[in-house]
């Protein structure tokens, strides 16, 4: 489902501003439509804007009306800045849909948008007491409404049609809801090697089925030790192509794209657009550069993880491991000086430019990597997943 993506502070204050008025409220956010393929990924809010009281024509505790000034000034905005125009209204008063009266004049507003902005998407959104419902205007195409911070907040609990007895020991722990939240979401797993497929092979028997699973490389033999899901005879196999299997074991109804591609590739990382939450498991400083900036561009949660065994001379003389998460209202990879510059640059350069720098010679040594440290890490990180989108 596409995605309406608002940072979870401006989700909680616009919905106790407008809520705590009896009378159905309006007010108009702006916001960047992103595609992917031709198709509508997520729209992300940046701005409101509340009309004063006279800009309403009509307005009781079941109606609500803008006069149509407003709205054509509102309209000329977007215009001028190729925005997409969000219109929001409440039923204080908890009818969980929109109505009938709603439909008429939201289909109205669509025709007249659409041509004063066309090929931008626009939404209408609804806010009730219980929960945030949008959809594309004048359509019943549903856009998830998702409040994105160190907790996700999402606008309505997916619809509940069955429960497999699979889940029955963790639907224990967070509930039916929160099963159907992970049943519903789709999640980025950005690198499949140590981490990344340990990471994968938890969220699958979680139940979450629907991944995009990134890697560019393939499985050498050195990676067997580690590698979930790999056996000998897949050493030269992409590392994608065998996780896609792997999970498929574990839940055969499992839906995976498997890209052989690298997210320092601007269509891969931006691919990433259509995805609810994304596992950075990558070692490259380049693609950690990238997906942090990309967490708070587009408010997609990225979690960021790595683990680091310092072992000169086959002596550890310091292990060290790192879980963050990436989202409005927490701290970045670049506040927390955690991204090599002179890395980055070299992740950053094509094949040709590396070979003709003259600061890198040769290949860097392998790093040293063990199971038991990775599954730690990849642990911890799933749980901080579940945290914020469950509650565990
Ligand atoms: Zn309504």
């Known amino acids: 489902m596409s995605r309406l993506a608002l940072t979870s502070d401006f989700l909680s204050t616009l919905r106790s501003n407008l809520l705590k008025h009896e009378k159905e409220t309006c007010a108009v956010l702006y916001g960047r439509a992103v595609e ?3 198709k509508l ?54 009818l969980n849909k929109f109505s009938a009266i709603d439909d008429a004049g939201e289909s109205e507003l669509a025709v007249f948008l659409n041509q004063r902005v066309p090929e931008v998407a626009h939404a209408a959104l609804l806010l009730t007491p219980e929960a945030s419902i949008a959809r594309e205007l004048g359509t019943k195409k549903p856009l998830r409404v998702v409040g994105v911070g160190e907790r996700i907040l999402y606008g309505d609990t997916p619809v509940r049609n069955g429960v497999n007895i699979r889940y029955d020991r963790q639907i224990r722990t967070f509930g039916v809801a929160g099963q159907k939240i992970l049943e519903s979401i789709r999640v980025g797993i950005v690198g499949v090697g140590g981490t990344g497929s340990s990471v994968l092979q938890q969220l699958v028997h979680l139940g979450v089925r629907d991944l995009v699973l990134i890697d560019p490389d393939t499985i050498e033999e050195t990676n067997l030790n580690r590698l979930f899901g790999a056996k000998p ?61 990309f967490a708070y561009q587009y408010l997609v949660p990225t979690i960021d993880m790595g683990v680091v065994i310092a072992a000169p001379a086959g002596k550890v003389t310091h292990i060290a491991g790192r879980t963050q998460m990436l989202a409005p209202g927490l701290a970045c990879l670049a506040c927390g000086n955690l991204l090599d510059a002179e890395q980055v640059r070299r992740d950053l350069l094509t094949d040709f430019e590396r070979r003709t720098d003259p600061y890198i010679l040769g290949e860097p040594e392998p790093a040293p990597a063990v199971i038991s440290l990775n599954s730690t890490m990849a642990s911890l990180a799933v749980t901080m997943f579940l945290n914020a989108v469950v509650g565990v």
């Open 233 to 293: 005879q897949d050493v030269g196999k992409f590392k994608v192509i065998v996780a896609e299997a792997w999970a498929k074991k574990i839940n055969p109804a499992a839906k995976i794209e498997a890209k052989r591609d690298s997210t320092l590739k601007a269509s891969v990382a931006r691919s990433l657009a259509d995805v609810d939450f994304v596992f950075c498991c990558t070692d490259s400083h380049g693609s950690r550069a990238i997906l942090n900036q």
């Open 36 to 38: 992917i393929s031709g």
């Open 41 to 94: 990924a997520r729209i992300i809010v940046r701005e409101s804007e509340h009309p004063q009281a006279n800009a309403y024509s009509e307005r009781t505790s079941v109606r609500v009306q803008l006069r149509p000034e407003f709205v054509a000034e509102v309209v000329q905005r977007a215009r001028r800045n190729k925005e997409s125009v969000i219109f929001v209204h409440t039923h204080p008063f908890s």
